[in-house]
């Protein structure tokens, strides 16, 4: 996958702040998908998921590693696109209005140092291409995480 969503989010990581950047992309991928309503990221701290750059409504800020869709694509440092989030067990409803969900680890040098995260309203929104584009974008992010030696998880 080599779309345009990609190139762009590969244009942002130019950005040497961490902070700065993935709160760019996040931005870009809500603009670029619609019917989402939360698109952002889930960064690994030493015990846990803790909220980071993101669109959308207020959420939960600490994710234990075994909880939710987060904890699971945490856990299995896999990709988890769920379809329809009522019957995804321990399933995390930071919006009560979410249906559906792609979470996707970003994974640098065998370790998962964060997460994107998006929702929508809508059952069985995202689409293969989708999750392939959020897999090339997570892998773009740990490149650039390397390239601007943003901290690893303690
Ligand atoms: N639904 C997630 C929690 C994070 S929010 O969607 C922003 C989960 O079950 O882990």
């Not at 249906?99 to 140092?113: A, D, K, Q």
């Not at 584009?133 to 943003?150: C, G, N, P, T, Y």
Request: glycine content about 6%.
């Amino acid at each position: 996958m080599n779309t345009y969503i990609n190139a762009q989010i590969r244009a942002l990581l130019e950005e040497t702040d961490m902070i700065a950047a993935l709160a760019n992309v996040s931005a870009c991928i809500n603009e670029n998908y619609d019917r989402l309503n939360w698109a952002g990221f889930y960064l690994v701290r030493s015990n846990e998921l803790v909220l980071g750059p993101f669109q959308g409504k207020t959420a939960c800020t600490h994710i234990p590693f075994d909880k939710g869709v987060c904890g699971a694509c945490y856990s299995s440092a896999s990709v988890q696109r769920i379809d329809d989030v009522l019957a995804f067990p321990g399933h995390i409803a930071c919006d009560s209005a979410s249906r559906s969900e792609l979470c996707v680890p970003i994974i640098v040098n065998g370790i998962v140092t964060g997460e994107i995260d998006l929702d929508s309203p809508e059952k069985e929104r995202f689409t293969q291409d989708e999750e392939d584009e959020m897999v090339q974008a997570a892998a773009d992010i740990a490149e650039a995480w390397l390239k601007h030696a943003w901290p690893m998880p303690q």
